[in-house]
């Protein structure tokens, strides 16, 4: 994948695909909002994608020649950042509510149908994004073949 364009076609992909999956995720906590002690689970989609993008747009860099800014701190008091690794790590977590149930679910139906919604939205961005990109270069094609 040398191309940008075939870079950008994989990462839209690959947003796709983490779209579905945390889709799945939260149909699965809809699915148990009357189990016991079940705890609503969601996963930090922008790391993943963030991740994702790092990886596809700079594997062909020299990753010594990127400059790290260091924090300054003038006492020290102040608390250490963290390293890259910690916060470039998406990983499924359990979404806290306040208003954790008296059998321990802490499912909230307004919180995952408001969070399904935005989540398809995103997904049906990503497509209609993906299917104009096909129709300009599908017209760039029969451009070309006109002027032959």
């Known amino acids: 994948m040398s191309n940008i364009s075939d870079k950008v076609n994989a990462l839209a992909e690959k947003a796709l695909d983490y779209r579905s999956a945390r889709g799945k995720l939260i149909a699965g906590n809809i699915a148990n909002i009357d189990t016991p002690f079940y705890k609503a689970r969601d996963i930090n989609f922008a790391k993943i994608l963030q991740n994702e993008a790092k990886e596809f747009f700079q594997k062909d860099k020299d990753k010594k020649s990127i400059k790290k ?56 961005a990503i497509i209609t994004g993906m299917k104009a990109k096909g129709r300009v270069m599908k017209a760039v094609i029969e451009a070309s073949n006109r002027t032959s």
Do not use: C, P, W
């Open 69 to 124: 800014l260091e924090l300054a701190a003038t006492q020290g008091k102040y608390f250490k950042s963290s390293s890259e690794d910690e916060i470039d790590k998406a990983k499924l977590f359990y979404r806290g509510s306040h208003l954790s149930r008296n059998d321990g679910n802490s499912v909230d139906l307004d919180v995952e149908t408001t969070q399904m919604t935005k989540n398809t939205l995103m997904f049906q």
